[in-house]
């Protein structure tokens, strides 16, 4: 790519070791890292700070990952406010089925909605360590990736001139969508893998109709209870892919609700009313390698999990936790081996993630599938969660992401 002219009027060009794509928990929890550390970066961010605090995503955080948190600094809200899960059920066949993965593990989840940790995160980095970010950039442009001296470009929203940063490393945690994943070389490789159902996704402005995560399990689709808050509850409903959201009515949502999480020994659903509806299309997809020169991708820039087996947040977190690591070691130290390492060490259990989600949404969608060897294939699935020690404790130890890495 041919760097730009630089315009006469714009200002001097800046340098940080580190520049930033992407203000999500990836790309923050690496800025913290890096300011902890002592070592200037810059963040770029084409929301507003308010946006991206308040943006709805996912809420399970595993406890390594907690612990990673912790160690940096990082979860002092997190384990003030978050909610402990240590079972979830399963209901099929018009009965309710507890599995304690605590009890067979000794670990649990933390639920804390990742605009909450965002929020965290975005102050601590800002407000307390002092990291520079700008909010609101357009049209971020990344030069000079295969070379020692890279730089990073993009409109000031306020001025509207264009900025020019020189750098060491980019890291790109920008997204699906975000600018790093327009850059990428032929020699990169991506796997993709679409499930071929949609979900519905609903935020109800409803108290938790139970004390733990509950998975439907029913001929009509897949359904799935998450609680947020004691006000509000996470449900998902399996829909066709590319769904129109207004096809389902407060009506229409709350029947298929309360007929897949129905259970023959618990009391109808509350309901509430209904803030949030998209139709998500069930899709995952890994990028290898994860490094391009002196471009390192973490998150969603780099893999994707469906929401299936609630593993984004905390791949991202994982990918944080090494980059910044290694930068750190590298830029303080000039030690290259957490960089060298960097994809290999991410994808382990990138690929790991992946194939728990595979096998979970064939344990979620093979009675709705319309095959009845499916069907009863899954049905022999879930009833060995609970008839096979074994079996229960293979699946809580990939539930709970708890598999050595």
């Given at each position: ?5 630089e315009d006469?009027?714009?200002p ?7 520049v ?8 923050l ?5 890096l ?9 770029l ?8 605090e308040?943006?709805?995503?996912a809420g ?15 979860a ?6 978050a ?9 099929f ?6 599995f304690?993965?605590?009890?067979l593990t ?9 605009p ?10 800002a ?10 950039v357009r ?8 070379s020692?001296r890279p ?5 000031d929203p306020?001025?509207g001139q264009?900025?020019?940063v ?6 790109g945690?920008d997204g699906a ?22 979900w519905l996704?609903l935020?109800a ?12 399990v ?15 509850t996470?449900?998902?409903?399996q ?7 207004d096809n ?6 709350w029947a ?7 259970a023959?020994?618990r009391?109808?659903l509350?309901?509430?009313r209904l803030?949030e ?6 899709h995952?997809y ?13 998150g969603?820039?780099?893999?994707l999990t ?9 791949l ?10 290694g930068l ?6 000039g ?6 390492g960097?994809?290999?060490a ?20 093979g ?5 009845a060897y ?6 022999a699935?879930?009833r ?8 229960a ?13």
């Amino acid at each position: 790519m041919t760097l730009p002219a630089e315009d006469p009027n714009s200002p001097s060009p800046q340098r940080f070791p580190v520049v930033i794509v992407g203000a999500g928990p990836a790309g923050l929890t690496v800025g913290n890292i890096l300011r902890a550390a002592s070592v200037d970066c810059l963040v770029l961010e084409t929301e507003t700070r308010e946006f991206i605090e308040r943006r709805p995503r996912a809420g399970v955080i595993e406890e390594w990952a907690v612990r990673g948190l912790e160690q940096r600094g990082l979860a002092e809200n997190l384990l003030d406010r978050a909610q402990l899960h240590t079972e979830c059920e399963f209901r099929f066949e018009g009965q309710r089925y507890r599995f304690s993965y605590r009890e067979l593990t000794g670990h649990h989840h933390f639920v804390y909605p990742q605009p909450l940790l965002v929020t965290d995160l975005v102050r601590e980095y800002a407000d307390v360590r002092g990291g520079a970010i700008r909010f609101g950039v357009r049209d971020v442009q990344l030069h000079g990736l295969d070379s020692d001296r890279p730089t990073v470009s993009y409109l000031d929203p306020g001025t509207g001139q264009r900025v020019l940063v020189h750098c060491e490393f980019v890291a790109g945690c920008d997204g699906a969508r975000g600018v790093t994943r327009t850059v990428l070389p032929q020699r990169a490789r991506i796997a993709r893998h679409d499930y071929g159902v949609g979900w519905l996704a609903l935020l109800a402005e409803a108290p938790p109709s139970s004390d733990c995560v509950v998975f439907g399990v029913h001929p009509s689709g897949f359904a799935g209870h998450m609680a947020r808050s004691p006000e509000v509850t996470r449900y998902y409903l399996q829909c066709p892919p590319g769904d129109d959201p207004d096809n389902w009515s407060h009506e229409r949502v709350w029947a298929a609700l309360q007929e897949r999480l129905g259970a023959a020994d618990r009391p109808p659903l509350t309901e509430g009313r209904l803030i949030e509806k998209r139709v998500l299309d069930m899709h995952n997809y890994v990028v290898e390698p994860m490094v391009f020169g002196r471009l390192f991708l973490a998150g969603d820039a780099a893999h994707l999990t469906a929401p299936i087996a609630a593993k984004g947040m905390n791949l991202a977190l994982h990918d944080a936790f090494l980059l910044g690591d290694g930068l750190v070691e590298y830029l303080t130290k000039g030690e290259p081996g957490g960089l060298n390492g960097y994809s290999d060490a991410c994808l382990g259990r990138v690929w790991d993630y992946q194939e728990f989600s595979q096998w979970l949404s064939e344990v979620y969608h093979g009675t709705s599938s319309g095959d009845a060897y499916r069907a009863g294939t899954t049905l022999a699935r879930l009833r060995r969660l609970f008839e096979s020690p074994a079996a229960a404790a293979a699946f809580a130890e990939q539930y709970l992401g708890t598999t050595p890495r």
